[in-house]
């Protein structure tokens, strides 16, 4: 649409959109500032905003052992962090295929995360954090690898079966989430696999396949079906043409439905706490600093939310771009 | 597509689907028409429609059902229009797009536990929006059963229109740019271009956001739970909240999975316009 040219316009624009930055950001600011307050300058009747800060909320919600100790180890730390970056942002210059540069990068960071409670003396947290990596990241791949799949077949097949199936889905989608805690737990109990990321992890990805194969087809939608019929006179088949030619091109949409199943994933509460019994996830690791009367509890609640909102909101920030052109792409057209 | 390809493709994500999600379904329909409560696991007993009779028959249900409609007459229009508004407004910019989008997506990628606490925070006693309220217009803001419902209205908005703004934004990206070029050779002004050109090319998008705000809002819960810390005195039970009262505080599983059954027929009467585009474009030839 046309921009205006009127500099009063333009500057009341930027005003308008600096107080909604404002209205966005301020309570995560405030819980940030809380977070490196000592208990008096949180509990205060007024709000301060100038106080000294300080890092032993969260030394005591990651750590049960004092920050002196686990300096050195801190700064291992983030030396081994500096350099696999180093190594990431040069893939190029590596005489080797860039992904496999990236997937051996990812893998030494988990492996030194995985192997970083066995050296240091690591608090619940950080066992909360590894389990809710994990599961999230095996919901993400099981979800979506199944879910694209489903969603191409749905655009594709024209029959009144693909209906049905679309509004089964639906129907598990409005479902109450309180109606399957008792069905879900059950399952659990009889299945075995009660207090295991593998049960929590299928039974995210039955709960948000609805979401994601309704969001997928809808991008699938839009592909035109010459693009892979070109591919399959060629002779491939049509999951070789969906592997080699479809999913290429889908990106954007499949890395924008990816973001929404991470959240999902990533922020579920009820699940977690029905299916698990000590390998919390990080949502419900927080729920204990929900009440109480300790004026500790305050700042170490702040702590929490802060280390459980930063990696999502970087993870989310980071892949921003492909957000909006993801939704440009496929859900506009209707 | 042949139906042995089709199979193959839809066949991993329909099996997951129907083997975890159909117990649950079932599960509600069958112990929506049974007598059961904590005691009596082992045991339920056959009442036929009686739960649905008292869940209808009970005035409780019908006021969560009042505030859970009038949450969605306020909370779904409002995020439509103020993130069309600061959609557009971010549309006439280009520096700082960046900044402003990330900023807007705190709120709403925030997990709901903890999104809910930081928002009372800030409403408490000693927090910052209570302070200021206090300092500027000496206001003292107390819970009850004006300002919590108040509360958990606005609390909707500061979560959902951010998505609203950038699903609306990325719309607008799309423009058909002929349309507008010509409506520009016309002199139309940047109002008859946003009522001509841009609205019609969002309508899709006001259906999508529409429809996914009131299946949500249907849904709310988390935050009536944190904001109302569980005292009934605040009179803003929603339908989520009445159902989570009637299965774990009084312990009436069968009435509560009746009220699930209504829940899922609620939402699909609602949808009904949505479901008849989908059938058409799925059986259509092409």
Known sequence: ?334 | MKKGTFSFFVGPSVFIMLALMTAPLLASIVLGLHYITFRNLDAPVWVGIQNYEEVLGDPEFWDSLEFTLLFIAIAVPARIVLGLLFALLLDQVTRFRGVFVAAALVPFVMTPVVGTLIFRDMFDRGGPYWYWMQQLFDYRLFMNSTTVPLLIIFHSIWTATPFAMIVLFAGLQTLPQESLEAARVDGATWLRQLWHVAIPHLRSLFVFIGLISIMDAYRVFDSVFVLTSQNPIYDSETIMYYNFQVALTFGRLGKANAMSVLTVLGIFVVLIPFLVITYREQTEED
Request: hydrophobic share 55%; proline share 6%; glycine share 6%.
């Open chain 1, 1 to 334: 649409m046309t921009r205006t040219d009127n500099p009063i316009a333009r500057f009341l624009i930027y005003i308008a959109l600096a107080l909604f930055t404002l209205y966005n950001v301020l309570p995560f600011a405030w819980t940030i500032m809380s977070s490196i307050k000592l208990p008096k300058d949180a509990n205060a009747r007024i709000p301060r905003f100038v106080f000294r800060p300080t890092g032993e909320n969260y030394s005591e919600l990651w750590l049960n052992m004092t920050p002196e100790a686990f300096a050195p180890f801190g700064l291992a730390l983030l030396l081994i962090f500096f350099i696999l970056v180093v190594i990431a942002l040069s893939a190029k210059r590596i005489p080797a295929p860039n992904s496999a540069v990236y997937l051996g990068c990812i893998f030494a960071g988990v492996a030194v995360a995985l192997a970083l409670p066995r050296v240091v003396n690591t608090a619940e947290f950080y066992d909360y954090l590894i389990n809710s990596v994990i599961v999230t990241t095996g919901t993400l791949c099981v979800s979506l690898s199944i879910g694209a799949l489903a969603g191409y077949g749905l655009a594709r097949f024209r029959h009144v079966v693909s209906v049905y199936i679309l509004v089964i889905a639906l129907a598990f989608r409005s479902l109450p989430s309180l109606a399957l805690v008792l069905p879900f737990y059950y399952l659990g109990q009889l299945s075995g696999l009660y207090d295991t990321h593998i049960l929590l992890i299928l039974c995210l990805v039955a709960t948000n396949q609805p979401f994601t194969i309704w969001m997928l087809r809808s991008f699938f939608m839009e592909i035109p079906r010459e693009i892979e019929e070109a591919a399959m006179i060629d002779g491939a088949g049509r999951l070789k043409s969906f592997i080699s030619v479809i999913v290429p091109i889908m990106w954007p949409g499949i890395i924008t439905t990816g973001l929404f199943t991470l959240l999902l994933a990533y922020n579920d509460f009820l699940l977690a706490r029905i299916l698990t019994q000590i390998n919390w996830t990080l949502p419900v690791g927080i729920a204990q600093f929900t009440g109480g009367e300790d004026p500790g509890h305050v700042t170490l609640a702040a702590a929490a939310s802060v280390s459980v909102t930063l990696p999502i909101l970087v993870v989310i920030i980071f892949f921003q771009k492909y957000l909006i052109r993801g939704l440009a792409s496929g859900a506009v057209k209707g």
